[in-house]
């Protein structure tokens, strides 16, 4: 099979035949193998019995996932890309925000050109500021902390996959704006991006708003960069910073004592004395919380979880 695409949605029952249709037309004129999986992410309109009608209409090309309540993106694609039997997955929104046009177009860019990854990148939108505004801080901050330097727009929905990458990745929580990080954490580094075409929503309104996409999206950021820099090795961060506290306290506490021993000021009296007392205090607890993650992380089940590309 050409193409798989995952299509997470919720409550968008106005918008998926439409969608459908035109996902139809435009693998039927460039001659694509494919299936369209969608998942109905706890939708409570018709979403769910429109797409058992497609199903029925087109039995080989539309698949359905139904989730019992609302999880999120990130579950949803997880589901999608477990599905997924494509030689390149693409995924989109199912708001008719991002345009099926464009598919041919990825295809060509993850099976000619070699990319294991491409985003699309909605270089004019047609957002709200209150959305447009977020996302760019977001981004700019996103390309910050993961090094890829080429992407505009990490959050966009609209984006391909080498078959490889989504069956070694793990898409959680939210983490469906940091896919391009998580690719390149497991050794599938060649990211490519593609300027797509940003329609105007024609059906109901955005599930997202910005200032609390972005907040939310800034601590995940963080998480990742922790977990991808730190997570087989917390003993290297907590125990560093243990250290270093326990020893300025205790180099405190050394002076306030020949202080005292030379009679010249009273232990008690100086607030150094608390200060010092609390950063060792403090940095053996840092330092045991080190100690206690790196037992954690050699018991776990995924501390040998290393992608290996090929064996002979």
């Excluded at 727009?153 to 469906?176: P, Q, S, T």
């Excluded at 730190?230 to 506490?253: D, E, I, N, R, T």
Aim: some cysteine; charged content about 25%.
């Amino acid at each position: 099979m050409d193409i798989s695409v995952v299509i997470p949605l919720f409550n968008e029952e106005e918008s998926i035949p439409e969608l459908y249709a035109w996902i139809e037309r435009v693998m039927r004129e460039h001659g694509f193998d494919y299936e369209a999986i969608f998942i109905s992410d706890g939708s409570t309109d018709r979403s769910w019995s429109i797409i058992e009608e497609l199903h029925q209409k087109h039995p080989e090309q539309v698949k359905g996932i139904k989730f019992r309540r609302n999880y999120g993106k990130s579950p949803a694609l997880y589901c999608g890309f477990e599905q997924a039997k494509g030689d390149v997955i693409i995924t989109m929104d199912a708001d008719l925000q991002d345009s099926p046009d464009e598919i041919p177009g990825l295809f060509r860019m993850i099976k000619e050109e070699g990319y294991d990854l491409v985003s699309g990148y909605k270089q004019k939108r047609y957002d709200p500021i209150s959305k447009t505004l977020p996302t760019k801080l977001f981004n700019a901050t996103a390309r910050k902390v993961s090094g890829i330097k080429n992407l505009h727009d990490f959050n966009c929905g609209l984006k391909a996959y080498r078959r490889e990458v989504v069956k070694n990745i793990e898409v959680y929580g939210e983490m469906h704006r940091y896919i391009p990080y998580l690719a390149k954490n497991a050794g599938f580094d060649k990211i490519g991006e593609k300027v797509v075409h940003h329609q105007a929503r024609k059906y109901g309104e955005s599930k997202f708003m910005g200032w609390n996409r972005f907040v939310n999206g800034y601590l995940d950021l963080l998480t990742l960069w922790f977990l991808s820099t730190f997570g087989k090795k917390p003993m290297h961060v907590f125990g560093f910073l243990g250290s270093l506290m326990f020893m300025v306290g205790f180099l405190a506490a050394i002076f306030l004592a020949v202080g005292k021993l030379m009679g010249k000021l009273w232990i008690t009296d100086s607030p150094f004395f608390y200060i010092a007392l609390t950063m060792m205090v403090m940095g053996t607890q840092l330092f045991m919380t080190g100690f206690l993650g790196d037992l954690i992380s050699r018991s776990s089940q995924n501390r040998n979880d290393y992608q290996v590309e090929t064996m002979i």
